[in-house]
């Protein structure tokens, strides 16, 4: 099927989540890149949770500082549509890097947004595997089948 949605989740950090005027700039963003909210909740994770959601990075120099951030404060997770999800939203997140990106890509959240690596304002799925395993994570009640078969056609149109 052409031009078929594709999903992707989104992540607010606590240090957009806490500043309306940012959070605002980011929903406007996701809106005019014609991107469709399909779910969206705002959650607190425990030390346990982000240990999980980020269990790839165990043992890696930022871990700790990362784990600390994350469960610092309300974040809003998203699932994101659009045919080109996943690689539309990390053009528009921009680098990780925030220092550099505000040189490389300013116009990029993270370019206007971000202040450090850590607290670099959004998170991504990397690929459509990661996609449906962190979509998973922070919708366990989310069906991507019953969602494409009763949904994903109404959204494209």
């Keep these: 099927m052409k031009n078929i949605l594709k999903l992707t989740l989104a992540i607010i950090k606590p240090d ?13 963003k996701i809106l005019t890149a014609g991107f469709y909210i399909v779910q969206s909740r705002t959650v607190n994770l425990s030390c346990q949770q982000v240990e999980n959601f980020y269990t790839e990075h165990t043992g890696r120099f930022f871990h700790k500082r990362l784990v600390t951030f994350m469960k610092s404060g309300p974040i809003h997770a998203h699932i994101l549509a659009h045919p080109e999800a996943i690689q539309l939203w990390r053009e528009i997140m921009g680098p990780t890097k925030s220092f550099v990106t505000q040189y490389e890509a300013p116009d990029t959240i993270r370019g206007s947004f971000g202040l450090t690596d850590t607290r670099n304002c959004t998170h991504g799925s990397d690929s459509e595997t990661s996609a449906m ?25």
């Design 16 to 28: 957009v989540v806490k500043v309306p005027f940012t959070l605002q700039q980011i929903h406007s």
């Design 133 to 157: 395993r962190e979509i998973k994570f922070f919708f366990p009640q989310f069906n991507y089948e019953e969602w494409l078969e009763k949904q994903e056609s109404i959204l494209r149109k």
